[in-house]
């Protein structure tokens, strides 16, 4: 059992449930076949996330209810009411009606009331034993409102009216005539101040004051670059619950928020997409680290979360089907949408909130079961351009089914690739070889401890060359091992050099090299030879190279000669246990007794 996970923005996204995550078998197939279920490994480690969480074919409308503890989801077909038990993580039961949903709303605070508009131009009232009253509005509708003090249904549709019906008295209200040329597409009220907010076909928001039933304000979006299409539309709208924000939607897939207070919005986003916004929704922070809010904006394609203040993006869920709608469970990281699928797809997100308590278990499973990267088709196909392919000696091959051709190349066997690569570069294993050698190696000087000195601004070279002497005489009275590594030196280069000492005389010069060099270091008279500049020997200077002739030619040759070994090193990889620190040794020049002449 696995669960889907993306990382858009270094916000990991899990599939709980949905068409992408299980397969959706009938029930009359499982009864049927049982017994083949049970060996089928798909079937048996799928995931629900509640029973019969889904339609037979899609879903049009979800929402939960204000105690937490139901949703309600509408879908077709056949068009039907569907609503489910949290607590129980179960379907609490299914209602049939005589068309499709438009939209609808929960009236009281559980499943108990709701109201439905469906697209034979009828509202339904239903409770919690039947469809309670079917009544007749005279346009097609497509949206609706609920004012709770009133008990006023506003039904918006294909008019410039929108019609209110009030469900305590039962009877047709005195409509509400909008200035819109065309319908309404939307319509909210603020949990704040119960304004009234309506979407028109012309692109404007009116606002209208319950008490007095009159227009008090019109905001109209402006959308660069629609004017020459014929202009937008506002086709969604929200409320933000502190009374002052609003997000709008539009046609052209742009979000904008405003504050009631001004006519200008202070945050504008696109989709990116073109599409009509379909759901817009406000996410307060659900913990006190949390200071920014972040709206939730949904078209058919993507829905995606962003910061209300800086418009930064927070993540975004891209599923494979077209979405209907979308709904976030309250104080919680779970969202639900319904879509073009049979499955309603839930997703959650650690960290826009907790998961909530019914389905707590999911704060354990979603990294337990998160899904491993699986082989894809092509991991057995590798790309070649077509210039590789005439390197590799492949290009009587074009036309013949072994090369699929694609774009600019093709994707040829990754077997018969690796078969021409092996011919056509025969010593690439030789190679290979060899890097793997020298960067283990490399790995190992990394690894040792090495203790850096510091050298003087003054006279650096000076100052390394006597440091190398104490270094070699120290290495020389431990018996050959070395302590330590000056900056630019090797551990390697001190073992060979104390070798080279070989003889009793030899060795005496290093020692009397030595003692010089612990004078000139540690003598306080000659401290302004490595901090006063006028000091400064010029190695390049001509007087230099004449006086010290011998030991200038000396370190020129052995750098040459080092240089050389190297190269025969590189070249020489016929046997595999060579070792390349001691290949080198010979090459090696004698720097104690160029260091000596040099002090003499």
């Not at 070889?433 to 190696?441: E, G, I, N, T």
Request: aromatic share 8%; net charge negative; hydrophobic share 35%.
């Amino acid at each position: 059992m696995v669960l889907t996970a993306t990382n858009t923005n270094n916000v990991k996204v899990y599939t709980v449930s949905g068409s992408t995550l299980s397969r959706k078998v009938p029930d009359w197939l499982a009864r049927r076949k049982r017994r083949e279920l049970q060996k089928d490994v798909e079937w048996t480690t799928r995931l629900e996330l509640m029973q019969d969480f889904g339609f037979p074919e899609a879903g049009l409308r979800i929402k939960t209810t204000a105690d937490g503890q139901h949703c309600m989801a509408t879908g077709v077909y056949k068009p039907q009411i569907r609503v489910y038990d949290f607590n129980n993580v179960s379907m609490k039961f299914e209602r049939h009606t005589n068309a499709e949903n438009v939209d609808f709303l929960v009236l009281s605070d559980d499943w108990t009331k709701s109201v439905h508009l469906q697209n034979d131009r009828t509202i339904e009232f239903h409770n919690e034993g039947q469809m309670h009253f079917r009544l007749r509005v005279p346009r097609f509708g497509r949206a609706l409102a609920y004012h709770s003090p009133s008990c006023d249904v506003l039904v918006c549709g294909a008019s410039a009216e929108v019609n209110r019906v009030n469900v305590e008295v039962g009877r047709f209200m005195a409509p509400m005539h909008t200035g819109s040329s065309g319908g309404v597409n939307v319509a909210d009220v603020s949990a704040a101040h119960l304004l009234y907010g309506f979407g028109t076909e012309d692109g404007a928001v009116e606002f209208w004051d319950p008490r007095a039933r009159n227009r008090i304000g019109v905001l109209e979006p402006y959308v660069s670059g629609t004017a020459a299409q014929g202009g937008h539309e506002i086709s969604a709208l929200s409320f933000r619950n502190d009374g002052l924000g609003v997000a709008v939607g539009t046609s052209t897939g742009h979000v904008m928020l405003y504050d009631l207070r001004q006519s200008r919005p202070w945050q504008t986003k696109d989709q990116q997409y073109g599409l009509p916004i379909k759901r817009l929704a406000w996410v307060e922070p659900t913990t006190t680290a949390e200071s920014e809010a972040k709206v939730l904006s949904a078209d058919a394609r993507v829905i995606k979360l962003w910061s209300a203040q800086s418009g930064k993006p927070f993540t975004s869920i891209e599923p494979e089907h077209a979405i209907n709608d979308v709904c976030l469970v309250p104080g919680s990281g779970l969202l639900f949408a319904a879509g073009e699928c049979s499955e309603i797809m839930s997703y959650f997100v650690p960290q826009l909130g907790p998961a909530p308590k019914w389905v707590s278990f999911l704060e354990n499973l979603t990294e337990e079961m998160e899904q491993a990267p699986q082989q894809s088709v092509y991991d057995d196909y590798k790309f070649v351009a077509r210039k590789e392919l005439d390197s590799l000696g492949l290009a009587h091959l074009v036309g013949s089914p072994v090369l699929k051709p694609y774009m600019h190349g093709f994707f040829v066997d990754l077997r018969l690739y690796e078969r021409a690569k092996a011919i056509a570069n025969p010593f690439a294993y030789e190679e290979h070889r060899l890097r793997r050698v020298q960067d283990k190696l490399a790995k190992a000087r990394e690894s040792r401890i090495r203790a850096t000195t510091k050298l003087p601004k003054v006279n650096r070279a000076l100052a390394q060359r006597l440091l190398q002497m104490q270094r070699i005489d120290k290495a020389q009275k431990k018996q050959g091992k070395a302590e330590a590594a000056v900056e630019g030196t090797d551990e390697e280069e001190e073992e060979e050099e104390v070798k080279q000492l070989g003889g009793g005389r030899q060795k005496k010069k290093a020692a009397a090299a030595a003692a010089m060099a612990t004078a000139v270091l540690e003598d306080s008279r000659f401290k302004d030879v490595f901090s006063n500049p006028e000091f400064e020997v010029d190695e390049d200077a001509d007087e230099f190279k004449q006086l010290h002739a011998m030991p200038t030619q000396r370190r020129a040759q052995k750098k040459q000669q080092q240089q050389q070994t190297k190269k025969s090193v590189a070249d020489d990889s016929s046997d595999d246990d060579v070792d390349i620190r001691n290949s080198g040794s010979a090459a090696l020049g004698n720097a104690s007794e160029s260091d000596g002449e040099f002090f003499e």
